[in-house]
Nanobody, 118 residues
C-alpha cells in the first residue's frame, strides 16, 4: 500500500519559516515527480511547487517564487518544502502528491496544517 505522509506543519508568525516533509512508502510506489499543493478554507486546492525525482526540474507557483524551495532526498523517498518569509495568506492545509510524467497527481497525503499569524 502506497502512503504519502506529510509532517512539519504548525503555527508561525509572519516572516517566519517552516519546513514540510513528505515521506513516500510502499512496495509499489513509483512516480516521476512529486509536488506540493495547498488548500485554504473555502478555496480550491492550488499548486505550490513540484520537482522531478531526478532533481533536474523544479516548478513554483508565482505566489511562492523566491520564498519557497522544493527539494528531494531519493534515498529516503522524501520531498521537502522549505518555506521562508511566510505570509498570512500562506495559511492552508498543505498536501503532498505523486505524479506521472504528465504531471497527473495520483497519490495524495493526508495534509498538514500551516497557519501564519500576522
Amino acid at each position: 500500500q502506497v502512503q504519502l505522509v506529510e509532517s512539519g506543519g504548525g503555527l508561525v508568525q509572519a516572516g517566519g519559516s517552516l519546513r514540510l516533509s513528505c515521506a513516500a512508502s510502499g512496495r509499489s510506489f513509483s512516480s516521476y515527480a512529486m509536488g506540493w499543493f495547498r488548500q485554504a478554507p473555502g478555496k480550491e486546492r492550488d499548486f505550490v511547487a513540484a520537482i522531478t525525482w531526478s532533481g533536474v526540474s523544479t516548478y513554483y507557483a508565482d505566489s511562492v517564487k523566491g520564498r519557497f524551495t522544493i527539494s528531494s532526498d531519493n534515498a529516503k523517498n522524501t520531498v521537502y518544502l522549505q518555506m521562508n518569509s511566510l505570509k498570512p495568506e500562506d495559511t492552508a492545509v498543505y498536501y503532498c502528491g505523486a505524479a506521472n510524467s504528465d504531471y497527473d497527481f495520483y497519490y495524495w497525503g493526508q495534509g498538514t496544517q500551516v497557519t501564519v499569524s500576522s
